[in-house]
């Protein structure tokens, strides 16, 4: 489900690179996914957070030196993560760092559409993730992954626009 943004973007012919790199963000989770088949799987869910948060806050930071400084923020709760809860079952308080250097750097962006298929991806998603941790089940596993792929299908929209503006 993850490469669908990729995939759509291909068939498209889009050019606007931040496009480009929010899809290959999404796609980090299906790297990691596949990934998960041939090691642990806790280990690689503490990697990815940090991987595609990154790209999208090196994306969309308005400064280099914010950007700099949320990475850093990521990199140290990535150690955190692991330090404090291991690497033996689903992790929430890099999730939930991961989300909010997200959200942080999406409230300038111009573009609303983007912005919104932004916002359900990485903290509707992480409202979901935390409920299928506190409640794990194929419901509440089920409800994260609608949450995603509502997410993919309005990034995919969004994308479609004619122009996005990305505030520097």
């Not at 290959?24 to 790297?31: P, Y």
Request: proline content about 5%; charged content about 10%.
């Amino acid at each position: 489900m993850a490469l669908v943004p990729l995939l759509w973007l291909g068939i498209r012919g889009e050019r606007r690179a931040v496009y480009w790199w929010i899809a290959i963000a999404f796609a980090v989770s299906w790297v990691a996914d596949s990934a998960a088949h041939f090691g642990n799987p806790w280990f690689i869910a503490a990697v990815y957070p940090v991987s595609q948060a990154g790209i999208v806050v090196l994306l969309l930071a308005r400064a280099p030196r914010e950007a700099t400084a949320m990475i850093g923020l990521l990199m140290v709760a990535g150690l955190v993560a692991v330090l404090w809860e291991g690497t033996t079952g689903p992790d929430l308080f890099l999730k939930t760092i991961a989300a909010g250097t997200v959200v942080s750097v999406l409230w300038p962006l111009e573009d609303r559409h983007l912005r919104a298929a932004l916002l359900v991806a990485f903290d509707l998603g992480w409202v979901m993730w935390v409920t299928y941790v506190l409640w794990p089940g194929w419901t509440t596993w089920g409800m994260y992954q609608g949450v995603r792929a509502v997410s993919l299908g309005m990034f995919c929209l969004a994308s479609w626009k004619p122009a996005v503006r990305v505030i520097a």
